[in-house]
């Protein structure tokens, strides 16, 4: 099984219903996270990790399995997903999928390409360029995939540079050559959650102000006294840098909220699109998630 959707559109509490669902009816099931900040043990508070009230006693796995100063990449947590998914079906339970992060979700079902290491000369040179220098050669080099990239997309852009540089091929062709999938291996049931986005950017907003009240400025304060490379996943998460901010008397407590709150919001647009567009149109949309309408979407996975 497998529940996608934007951050904050009720994935957590549909998983463990699904869970519980499964356990019903004499089996167990456990529940594997798919979202890149709940993978680090640093970001209990700000990556809205489940509480253990949450749970309900179903097994949750690869929650803070990962520390901050290791990144954990999607071949990473594809790689480590695969053995769990391994485990638990060598012991007839059910793995449910939960998560935001469209890339994990594709890694692990379509594999990943076999690019080599990136010179680090070039990706020097690339990653200094001005994003304007960088889409424009882009469009000179591997005009394939400035077609696909949005012109403001600059992670992407990059990406695509040096690997053309690099490797002397376009990122379309090592793409085709994808390896390591288990699509085709197991029986995918999958549902994305496409609720009201104003919906859910009011529950974006609400929960980074519980956040901040609830652990989160401790959390920051910890991660900064570590000094972590700045470039590192864990010290870029949602609210880090915000809050960061606060404790450094850059902005004001109202200010860091509210640029949290923004940040949290923008994310989950950029999820919402993605969830919208990019997995298969058989796969099902569900935008409305009352308690109704949830048991209904439970009711869908039944084995």
């Known amino acids: 099984m497998?529940?996608?959707?934007p951050t904050a559109s009720g994935k957590t509490n549909l998983g463990v219903r699904l869970a519980l669902a499964v356990n019903e009816q004499g089996r167990e099931a456990a529940v594997i996270n798919a979202d890149s900040a709940q993978v680090y043990r640093d970001l209990?508070?700000?990556s809205a990790r489940p509480t253990q009230e949450e749970m309900r006693g179903v097994a949750h796995l690869l929650f803070g399995t990962w520390d901050g100063a290791e990144p954990c990449s999607a071949a990473d947590w594809a790689n480590t997903a695969k053995l769990k998914i391994a485990e638990l079906h060598a012991n007839g339970a059910v793995p449910i999928l939960v998560g935001g992060t469209g890339l994990y979700m594709r890694t692990l079902l379509e594999g990943i390409a076999p690019i080599p290491p990136i010179d680090s000369a070039i990706r020097k040179t690339v990653r200094a360029l001005p994003q304007a220098d960088a889409r424009a050669a882009l469009e000179r080099e591997d005009p394939s995939a400035a077609e696909?990239?949005?012109?403001?997309?600059?992670?992407?852009?990059a990406r695509a540079l040096e690997v053309i540089r690099s490797t002397g091929q376009p990122l379309a062709s090592w793409q085709r050559r994808k390896e390591g999938g288990i699509g085709d291996a197991v029986s995918l049931r999958p549902a994305i959650l496409l609720p009201d986005r104003d919906w859910i950017y009011e529950r974006c907003n609400s929960r980074f102000d519980h956040m901040v009240d609830n652990g989160a400025i401790a959390e920051v304060e910890a991660l900064l006294d570590r000094d972590l490379s700045?470039?590192?996943?864990v010290m870029r998460a949602i609210g880090v840098r915000e809050i960061a901010a606060l404790l450094q008397?850059?902005?004001s407590r109202t200010q860091a909220i509210e640029a949290g709150q923004q940040?949290?919001?923008?994310y989950a647009k950029r999820q919402y699109t993605w969830f919208k567009r990019q997995p298969p149109e058989s796969w099902p949309r569900f935008e409305s998630l009352n308690n109704s309408n949830m048991d209904k979407i439970v009711s869908l996975f039944q084995f």
């Open 2 to 5: 497998l529940i996608a959707g």
């Open 44 to 46: 209990h508070v700000l």
């Open 148 to 157: 696909r990239i949005e012109p403001a997309d600059a992670s992407r852009t």
């Open 230 to 233: 700045p470039d590192l996943p």
């Open 249 to 251: 008397g850059k902005l």
């Open 263 to 266: 940040a949290t919001r923008n």
